[in-house]
């Protein structure tokens, strides 16, 4: 088989294509840090401080909704153990809080407003607990892990997403717990089989920071042994330290997917990437950071980068102590959504005639005008191929987006954008991957009545499920 070949047989799960879908969704980090004025507990906090007065889950949704996020994923307990669900298996919970009079449940709370807000729900679980006693103590806290993962996947819906943190250190006994990975994996397959797992779990990966910043060319298909999640792990943060959120990529970690990177490696996943960031430079709610919430265009250009890339956005988003999302931070939000429909709400391709290379019958290129299923794939295995729109008067245009049909993997690895001038066809940009969507933001706008896409090198018959072209 040759290499190609192996490449595009290379596909993703339906969860893995759902969670591509979601594209862009919220984190909210929330606990007893939002009223120490910390970033990581040590688990000795008492529960009698988590008084989240004004406490509205509807609000939350409706902050994330405004920015355009599908999704909600919310540190149900963080590294000091505290849960913001009443456990049977601990009483270091809400339960012992004056919040709703010790009857509260957060997470239920902010479950049933997911679903109310029609957007999917997902739960972080730290594998560390700074504060029960059976950390580090082997199959005991492995249980304890288990019994509350269990809580989570049947007492709160469907679940979107299973979120694993790799921190991993001491415990109140000085030792340090092995976690059982494959065991948390199985009863997530088990309770919740349409949920990912991420970054220290097999279906979603970590980009490699925490600054937003991504790959030039992010791709999905990638080499076995990137999902080794002792190898996850050992990457992850071991401390509170504010530095490891501004560092950048590893050169070494540049290239994952290229034919090039890819040549010898034996065993191959789809494993797409998540780039994940704070709203502010914390994780938690610091009243000192209300003024620091981060600018538009920064938000934008991450947008466009990681979802715009063939990556989903995680932006974290965290809820002030009185329960609410701060006004700041809300209204960042709905600047981000009003910029997103804005800048993606006309597509011009509906006025636009279209021709192209022979296609595979059932698969022309009139599938390209909506984002349902279908695609256009072109008969001929050998390119390079072309999509040409033209309109009857020239037309103006900033950005483009391109999406595969990655149920049949990742195929492009070349491809150019061109626009109809006097003298003939001149390029606008070329890129490499496409994948699940590929946003191309010209330097500025472009007027013109044709613009063509060539795909130039494809690791077999490519296949285009949209292109959109945006005034």
């Known amino acids: 088989m040759t290499l190609d070949e192996r490449l595009v047989r290379t596909v993703p799960s339906e969860r893995q294509l759902a969670l591509m879908e979601m594209g862009f969704y919220g984190f909210l980090h929330f606990g007893v840090n939002t009223f120490t004025d910390r970033e990581w507990g040590d688990g000795t906090e008492d529960p009698a401080i988590f008084d989240p007065a004004r ?75 700074r504060h029960d006693p059976r950390y580090g103590a082997g199959r005991a806290y492995d249980d304890y892990f288990i019994a509350q993962l269990t809580e989570l996947l049947t007492d709160y819906g469907d679940i979107c997403s299973v979120w694993l943190d790799g921190a991993c250190g001491e415990g109140k006994n000085g030792r340090v717990q092995r976690y059982d990975w494959q065991r948390y994996y199985g009863a997530v397959r088990r309770l919740q089989p349409g949920a990912c797992i991420h970054v220290c779990g097999p279906d979603v990966r970590w980009c490699g920071n925490e600054a937003g910043q991504t790959r030039e060319a992010e791709w999905s298909v990638v080499p076995r042994r990137t999902a080794d999640t002792e190898t996850i792990a050992s990457q992850s943060q071991r401390t509170d330290d504010a530095s490891f959120r501004l560092r950048p990529i590893r050169a070494q970690d540049r290239d994952l997917g290229s034919r090039a990177a890819l040549r010898d490696e034996p065993d191959l996943i789809w494993y797409p990437a998540e780039v994940n960031a704070s709203i502010r430079p914390g994780w938690f709610w610091h009243p000192a950071e209300d003024g620091r919430v981060k600018p538009l265009e920064q938000l934008t250009g991450i947008y466009e980068r990681s979802v715009g890339g063939n990556a989903t956005f995680l932006l974290n988003v965290p809820p002030t102590a009185e329960g609410l999302i701060h006004q700041n931070d809300a209204r960042r939000l709905a600047q981000l959504g009003a910029y997103l429909r804005d ?112 795909i130039t090198d494809a690791r077999t018959a490519p296949t285009v499920r949209f292109w959109g072209v945006y005034e």
């Open 343 to 454: 800048a993606f709400g006309k597509n011009l391709t509906g006025t636009a005639s279209l021709s192209a290379s022979p296609a595979v019958p059932g698969h022309g290129p009139e599938n390209l005008r909506t984002e349902d299923e279908g695609y256009y794939m072109p008969a001929s295995a050998t390119g390079p191929w072309e999509v040409v729109f033209r309109w009857d008067r020239p037309v103006r245009f900033r950005r483009v987006v391109l999406r595969e049909q990655v149920r049949l993997s990742q195929r492009v690895e070349r491809f150019a954008l061109e626009a109809l001038r006097d003298k003939g066809w001149e390029e606008l940009a070329r890129g490499n991957v496409v994948g699940s969507r590929r946003i191309v933001t010209l330097p500025g706008p472009v007027e013109t009545s044709a613009v063509r896409l060539r």
């Open 55 to 129: 406490l509205d889950a509807d609000q939350w949704v409706s902050a994330l909704r405004s920015a355009g996020m599908r999704g909600l994923i919310l540190t149900c307990k963080h590294h000091d153990g505290f849960c913001l669900w009443p456990s049977r298996h601990t009483d270091h919970t809400v339960a012992a809080s004056p919040f709703r009079c010790g009857r509260g449940d957060v997470v239920r709370e902010v479950s049933e407003a997911c679903r109310r807000g029609g957007i999917r729900f997902g739960v972080y679980l730290s594998p560390w607990d």
